[in-house]
Nanobody
Framework: QVQLVESGGGLVQPGGSLRLSCAAS????????MGWYRQAPGNQRELVAL???????NYADSVKGRFTISRDNAKNTVYLEMNSLKPEDTAVYYC?????????WGQGTQVTVSS
């Protein structure tokens, strides 16, 4: 079993920045993708950014140029640097990771962008 623990959410003004972190622990043999999804009220959960172990990141079009995902494989941790935040970025952000056989989710962290 793999546990994902997120941190770093909160309230920020439009144009501001936040950094999310997600640490994986437990029975980790190899994590393939690690990344972030988000879900706003009334909306489906959507991809924000993913990065394959040793690979290039993939971003949703809505966050390209503003968000940066990075990964520390030695620490089994993934980060999301969010800049130029907009009110439409308001959502619960979920950490995601998978192996060849299983997918795992964190409990979610709230990000609110409001003046």
């Amino acid at each position: 079993q793999v546990q994902l623990v997120e941190s770093g959410g909160g309230l920020v003004q439009p144009g501001g920045s936040l950094r999310l972190s997600c640490a994986a622990s437990g029975s980790i043999f190899r994590l393939n993708n690690m990344g972030w999804y988000r879900q706003a009220p009334g909306n489906q959960r959507e991809l924000v950014a993913l990065v394959w172990s040793g690979g290039s990141p993939n971003y949703a079009d809505s966050v390209k140029g503003r968000f940066t995902i990075s990964r520390d494989n030695a620490k089994n941790t993934v980060y999301l640097e969010m800049n130029s935040l907009k009110p439409e970025d308001t959502a619960v952000y979920y950490c995601y990771a998978n192996t060849w056989t299983n997918a795992y989710w964190g409990q979610g962290t709230q990000v609110t962008v409001s003046s």
